[in-house]
């Protein structure tokens, strides 16, 4: 969520103004925030009259309740009781006001979550992914050992005999699959490789949980996501299943207060992710670049305001010297306004080379959330050697390995005329160099 004080602040409410803008979303639900914020000032203000007449009313009536030798208890003639009358008016009127401003500013909370961070200065203001940026792009790698034919992801994997998506399909339904033989050996030496990369550059690897509590998933996921991504757990408990390991790293130091000693955190996390994919009917059909379960290895950073710009290009760096070691074509894009996500103030996507259809496709998903996860969340720190208040960390988030998704780029990059070369660095985790087809 967005810091409120800006919006509140008539000299900066500009800025999320033009942001929204940028984003090619309009100013409405900003605009009714502001509105919000003020509805919530005037009750504040009420609350405010109520309490300093209230003091003034306590102030008076202490003399009806104070004894003294010389004079006992004055008369009142009345006034005591009036006194107490409407001192209990007043305290119904301040619990009146304390609901309806708990009230407010939930529903302002809530609506606030709508509103997109404010972006960083350097996206591309547009509305079409076409124009997305390329700000790095490798050779065109070619295998001495490739086909004069070269096949698609999907139909190397069903020559290889390691996919199975019509038995899948039927006992999970759309998008299902089984994987088998060498493709498990293949995903879980990707899933090994990946965390020891990013081990060997000094992350904490986490296991997460797969489900996550609504008001925990709320303050992480936007929206729009718990219709077209989430998976809800029946059953009354209020569970989603996760759909990135972002979500419950994110959440990890929820209303915590962090060391500045400790920071920059960072996490590889690992796991098996769930997404319903609603938004992507008639996407990606084939083979298992886009299913509702995969695996994932993520890079989520925790740093200080100062050090997330320098934190976010070095993620992108250890993302693309991972594809490096594995010896694929890829280029590095800056996903334009329009495109991005709430959270994000800047994204970055690395698109491998498939080939086959000599086209490039998202491997990777690096952003810089900045402090808008970590203030709805209330994870903050202190600086240690001055005088600043406790500020919100930044969160920023990478993939580092869509396991499924890379496989199906690796047998279409790794593909021969009788089954695939084995990446080099992948050879001792899966034991081989080389794994034959299985079918014509």
């Not at 550059?201 to 718990?226: C, G, H, V, W």
């Not at 690395?350 to 086959?356: D, S, W, Y």
């Not at 998202?362 to 996860?373: A, I, K, M, P």
Request: charged fraction near 30%; include cysteine.
């Amino acid at each position: 969520m967005i810091d409120l004080s800006i919006l509140r602040n008539k000299d900066t409410r500009q800025l999320v103004m033009e942001s929204e803008s940028n984003r090619f979303r309009g100013t409405k639900t900003a605009e009714k925030v502001v509105d919000m914020i003020e509805e919530r000032i005037k009750i504040r203000y009420v609350m405010e009259q109520l309490n300093k007449e209230m003091n003034s009313l306590t102030k008076e009536g202490m003399k009806y309740f104070k004894v003294t030798k010389d004079k006992g208890s004055p008369e009142d003639n009345g006034k005591k009781q009036e006194l107490l009358d409407r001192i209990a008016e007043i305290k119904e009127k301040k619990s009146k006001c304390v609901v309806e401003l708990n009230t407010k500013e939930e529903e302002t909370d809530n609506i606030a979550r709508e509103i997109g961070n404010i972006l960083d200065k350097s996206v591309c203001i547009d509305d079409n992914e076409d124009n997305n940026p390329i700000i790095v792009q490798t050779e065109k790698r070619t295998k001495e050992f490739w086909p004069k034919q070269l096949l698609s992801y999907d139909l190397v994997l069903d020559r290889l005999g390691v996919v199975d998506t019509e038995r899948g399909t039927r006992i999970s339904g759309h998008r299902g699959y089984f994987l088998k033989g060498a493709g498990v050996i293949l995903t879980q030496s990707l899933i090994r490789y990946a965390l020891d990369f990013l081990r060997k550059s000094d992350y904490t690897l986490i296991q997460t949980p797969f489900m996550m509590r609504k008001e925990s998933m709320k303050r992480t996921a936007q929206l729009s996501d718990f219709d077209e991504q989430l998976y809800k757990v029946e059953g009354g408990n209020d569970l989603y299943l996760i759909a990135t390991s972002e979500q419950p790293l994110s959440a990890l130091h929820e209303g915590e207060w962090i060391k500045e000693t400790e920071l920059p955190i960072r996490y590889g996390g690992y796991s098996t992710c769930f997404r319903k994919e609603a938004g992507a009917h008639g996407k990606d059909n084939r083979g298992i670049f886009r299913v509702h379960q995969f695996e994932k290895i993520e890079q989520f950073l925790i740093t200080a305001p100062e050090e997330s710009e320098a934190e976010f290009k070095k993620m992108v760096d250890r993302s693309k010297a991972f594809y490096d070691s594995l010896g694929l074509s890829y280029r590095v894009v800056s996903i334009v306004s329009g495109a991005l996500n709430n959270a994000a103030a800047i994204k970055y996507d690395l698109e491998a080379l498939f080939p086959a259809s000599d086209r490039y496709r998202e491997l990777v998903s690096c952003s810089n959330c900045t402090d808008y996860q970590s203030r709805d969340l209330n994870v903050r720190y202190r600086p240690t050697e001055s005088n600043e208040e406790k500020q919100f960390v930044h969160m920023l988030n990478g993939t580092l390995c869509a396991v499924q998704r890379t496989l199906c780029c690796l047998v279409e990059n790794y593909q021969t005329e009788g089954g695939i070369m084995v990446p080099e660095v992948l050879v001792p985790y899966v034991g081989e160099t080389f794994i034959p087809f299985i079918r014509e």
